[in-house]
């Protein structure tokens, strides 16, 4: 069975390394068994943590985007190997026998942050493995006939968009994703 966990990232910058993750969530967002999917009743089973930085670099622009304090990460922030462990824990222990999937919109930029934090801080790896995902604009793409670079967030039928704000606030844009991505999931055309 899949485990869906949405996930949403906070960056100071475009690449992990050089740059920090400095908020990061995970939503359970639902199960698949093969025959029908199961979207949780709330979106209220969530991990969130602000971690502190890791390099001294950053990009001013990425940290408009969020309005994350860095100065005050770097004093209160949580140990990122701390983070990582019991991001990993909290995963495994809602996933029980089943397959986690990490689920984002699009994928490409949150998986590649979450992967790498993982792999670096985390004593077991990454709970996803090294593909266990699922890209949310893909299925858009697909489902809505749309190339790739229509199919963004903007360009979401009415029927699948989430009734919530996009507020770079990472539970709240990790559960505006687990919406869309229940939305697309059942969505029969």
């Given at each position: 069975?899949?485990?869906?966990?949405?996930?949403?990232?906070?960056?100071?910058?475009?690449?992990?390394?050089?740059?920090?993750?400095?908020?990061f969530a995970?939503?359970y967002?639902?199960?698949y068994?093969?025959?029908?999917?199961?979207?949780?009743?709330?979106?209220?089973?969530?991990?969130?943590?602000?971690?502190?930085?890791?390099?001294?670099?950053?990009?001013?622009?990425?940290?408009?985007?969020?309005?994350?304090?860095?100065?005050?990460?770097?004093?209160?922030g949580?140990?990122?190997?701390?983070?990582?462990?019991?991001?990993?824990e909290?995963?495994?222990?809602?996933s029980?026998?089943?397959k986690?999937?990490?689920?984002?919109?699009?994928?490409s930029?949150?998986?590649?942050?979450?992967?790498w934090?993982?792999?670096?801080?985390?004593?077991n790896?990454?709970?996803f493995?090294y593909s266990q995902?699922f890209?949310i604009?893909?299925?858009?793409?697909?489902?809505?006939g749309?190339?790739?670079v229509?199919?963004?967030?903007?360009?979401l039928?009415t029927?699948?968009?989430?009734?919530r704000?996009?507020?770079h606030?990472?539970?709240?844009?990790a559960?505006?994703?687990a919406?869309?991505?229940?939305?697309?999931?059942?969505?029969?055309?």
């Open positions: 069975m899949d485990i869906y966990f949405s996930a949403d990232i906070e960056t100071d910058g475009p690449i992990p390394g050089p740059y920090s993750i400095l908020s995970l939503v967002a639902g199960s068994n093969g025959v029908s999917f199961h979207k949780p009743k709330s979106y209220d089973l969530y991990f969130y943590k602000e971690l502190k930085p890791i390099s001294e670099q950053y990009q001013e622009e990425a940290l408009k985007v969020n309005g994350l304090n860095r100065q005050a990460l770097m004093e209160r949580a140990n990122p190997i701390d983070a990582m462990n019991e991001a990993y909290w995963v495994q222990n809602l029980k026998n089943g986690p999937i990490l689920v984002a919109y699009p994928l930029f949150d998986w590649a942050w979450l992967y934090y993982f792999i670096r801080f985390s004593k790896g990454s709970p493995g995902c890209d604009k893909t299925a858009v793409a697909v489902k809505t749309l190339p790739i229509h199919a963004g967030r903007s360009r039928p029927s699948l968009r989430s009734e704000i996009h507020t606030h990472a539970v709240d844009d559960i505006e994703q919406e869309v991505f229940a939305k697309v999931f059942e969505w029969r055309l």
